[in-house]
């Protein structure tokens, strides 16, 4: 069974520009999330979707995050403009449903460096 | 609000010996417990979780954790330890009643010595 695939895989940018990663969830998982790990940190959730539906948003930063996953199966999460502090690894973990006990499988992340 | 608390940075355990990560979680409501493994440049990898029923938890490769409600503690614990152990170990908790957010602990790093 083929895992969580995140792209690219690393990202060097400028402040104030933008970029976009995306994730492709285990096939039939319902539930993906997005975390957010600073160096030294442990995940931050910033959005889950259940299908296509955001199911909690209330960490995202949404003056400059943006993410959505249109037709239920790949995502992509949006920086825009990014900041230095966004520099972290951004992970994607899907989950076969939403209930709270649901196992959730993680991608190998994306690293952002803002220079 | 939700937390989980890794009181320790880093542990240090010989091969061979027996290893025990230290995790404590406030929450309201049951909580549903989980620990994750992260090896360099890849993502979490999942051990084990409680939902309900007994206390004790037994997950991948030998590692077994206790749910304790009264000490609201969960500690990963593995009898022998190897060098390939050596990792960073992340608890998580979410909550039953409301919250539904995976909240993480900061990690703890595990360095087994040969």
Redesign the interface.
Known sequence: EAG?AQSPRYKIIEKRQSVAFWCNPISGHATL?WYQQIL??????LI?FQNNGVV?D??LPKDRFSAERLKGVDSTLKIQPAKLEDSAVY?C?SSLGGA??E???????TRLLVL | AQSVAQPEDQVNVAEGNPLTVKCTYSVSGNPYLFWYVQYPNRGLQFLLKYITGDNLVKGSYGFEAEFNKSQTSFHLKKPSALVSDSALYFCAVRGAGGSYIPTFGRGTSLIVHP
């Open positions: 969580v999330y030294g940190q442990g995940p931050k959730l889950q909690d209330s960490q992970l973990a709270p006990g196992t959730q499988y993680f991608g190998p992340g």
